[in-house]
C-alpha cells in the first residue's frame, strides 16, 4: 500500500517519469470566454468543492457547486442569456496546436446540473475546455439540443436551489 500525501515520482527508465499530485481548487460560475463570476450572493453562501488528481499531462477533475439556499444575482455585465462556463481549474488545458493546428476545444467530460422547485428539473451538461484565442483556465458549458449542441445560459444556474455536479478529464502540458 502506498499513501502519497503531495506528489511522487517515477524513477526512468521504467516509465517516462510522470508527476502524481492531488489537491483542491475553487471552481467559479463564469461568463463563457471571460473571467468574470456570472454571480453574486446576496444571501448566504454556496457549496463549492472542486477536487483533482494530476498524472503526468492527464487532469481528472470533480466539481460540485451548490447554491444550497444562497440567493444568487446576475453580476454586472451578466444577463439570463449570458453563455455561462466554470472557471477556476488548476490548470491550463494543452491546445495540441503542435499536434493539430487550430484546436480550440478539448472535450472534458460530462455532468448533470438540476434546480429543484417543488418538482426537480435536470439537464445532462458536457464541458469543452476552452484554448482559443487563448487558452484559460475555463470550461464552457453545453447540452445537447434538438438540432445540436447548445450553450447553457446563466438562467439554468441561477435559483438558490441549483446544483452543478461534474466529472471529466482533460490534457495540460504545464509541468509541476
Known sequence: TVQVESGITLPSPTVSNPAFKTGTFTPEFQKRGEN???????VGTPTVIGKYTKIGPLVFVNILIAHDGANPGYNSGVDNTTGSAIGGFPYLPDSFDSITPNT???VIGTGAAGVSSGTWSAYNIFGFMINHPSPMTQMALYYQGASGPEQVNANTFGGSTAHFRFSGHYFTNQND
Not at 468574470?36 to 446576496?42: I, Q, V
Open 36 to 42: 468574470l463570476a456570472l454571480y453574486t450572493y446576496t
Open 104 to 106: 480550440w476545444w478539448q
